[in-house]
């Protein structure tokens, strides 16, 4: 089954970056678009971004542009997540997405189709 495992997650200051990542196995890493996820505590879960299966196309939420950067490493089968100039507000579970597309959807940011675990980012201000 589909497994992806997430970590990098931490506690950091305001204006610090962290560096996530996700491992997938059982799928076909290479032609699957994957994403980034994030839930806070009393909140709705919210897309964050989105990588197509060449690496070619992403998307992102308004709220990281140009702070996160997603990018993959397909021979590893993994996913990243390089997060720079942290804000509280950004402090959430962080998950690994994998879509059923190889691309990303007009709805990359609503859903979903495997989930990992997740790992938690505290930015303290």
């Known amino acids: 089954q589909v497994q992806l495992v997430e970590s990098g997650g931490g506690l950091v200051q305001a204006g610090g970056s962290l560096r996530l990542s996700c491992t997938a196995s059982?799928?076909?890493?290479?032609?699957?678009?994957m994403g980034w996820f994030r839930q806070a505590p009393g909140k709705e879960r919210e897309g964050v971004s989105c990588?197509?299966?060449?690496?070619?196309?992403?998307a992102y939420a308004g709220s990281v542009k140009g702070r996160f950067t997603t990018s993959r490493d397909n021979e590893k089968n993994t996913l990243y997540l390089q997060m720079n100039s942290l804000k509280p507000e950004d402090t959430a579970m962080y998950y690994c997405?994998?879509?059923?597309?190889?691309?990303?959807?007009?709805?990359?940011?609503?859903?979903?189709?495997?989930w990992g675990q997740g790992t938690q980012v505290t930015v303290s201000s």
């Open positions: 997405a994998a879509y059923e597309r190889d691309y990303c959807s007009v709805s990359w940011g609503r859903s979903a189709s495997n």
């Open positions: 059982g799928l076909n890493f290479d032609r699957t678009a």
């Open positions: 990588i197509s299966w060449s690496g070619t196309n992403t």
